[in-house]
């Protein structure tokens, strides 16, 4: 007896064919195919390839979600979590730009489509931040008036390091030494500065 498809089997199948085919040619079709059903069974599941395609977008960040949360070190100063945390971060998507470049351009063109996938994958990961904040400045490593807010500002000072639109200048012999410069602003910044209040004052 067959086994019953599901919602995983379709996700899976469907990653690989976007591995194969890219996403201006991928289908629910291919996708129906490498599995060895009709595609009236994927549609069962995903009512739209839109959603099909949102959700397999969904399922690889949320496993970048899981592996971030595990850089983190119960042990470790707020300081050495937030290097270690965006250096992580920085070497994964340096290291998927350059062994993986189709897939790296296919996930890159899949989050843009949707409007929910880059709000849901930012608030996964300037979540995270936050909560490194907010150990140091449980501890008084850190000072801020506003850890959401500080987190936002330590995600955007940090964007030419993950941020897909900087991919090509990754490659640069000295970018671990600029990023090694900007963490360190960075972590010196929330050891010394206070973030204004929402009313202005400083």
Do not use: C
Not at 21 to 31: E, H, L, R
Not at 106 to 130: D, M, N
Not at 151 to 173: C, I, S
């Amino acid at each position: 007896m067959a086994e019953a498809l599901t919602g995983e089997a379709i996700l899976a199948a469907t990653e690989e064919v976007l591995r194969r085919y890219g996403p201006a040619k991928a289908t629910v079709v291919d996708v129906a195919k490498a599995l060895g059903v009709s595609h009236g069974s994927v549609y069962r599941h995903f009512p739209t390839k839109a959603a099909l395609r949102e959700a397999v977008t969904r399922r690889w960040l949320d496993a970048i979600h899981l592996e971030m949360e595990s850089v983190l070190d119960a042990g470790a100063s707020a300081a050495d979590n937030l290097r270690a945390w965006l250096q992580h971060l920085f070497d994964r998507k340096r290291l998927s730009h350059v062994d993986e470049p189709e897939l790296f351009a296919t996930f890159k063109v899949l989050v843009s489509e949707s409007r929910i996938i880059p709000e849901y994958h930012l608030g996964h990961l300037v979540g995270q931040i936050a909560r490194i904040i907010s150990a140091g400045v449980e501890t008084r490593e850190f000072v801020t008036d506003d850890v959401q807010r500080t987190a936002q500002a330590v995600w955007d000072a940090t964007q030419m390091f993950h941020h897909p639109a900087h991919a090509q200048e990754w490659g640069n012999p000295h970018i671990q030494e600029e990023f090694d410069a900007v963490v360190s602003l960075v972590v010196a910044g929330l050891r010394y500065n206070r973030t204004p209040s929402a009313t202005g004052d400083a």
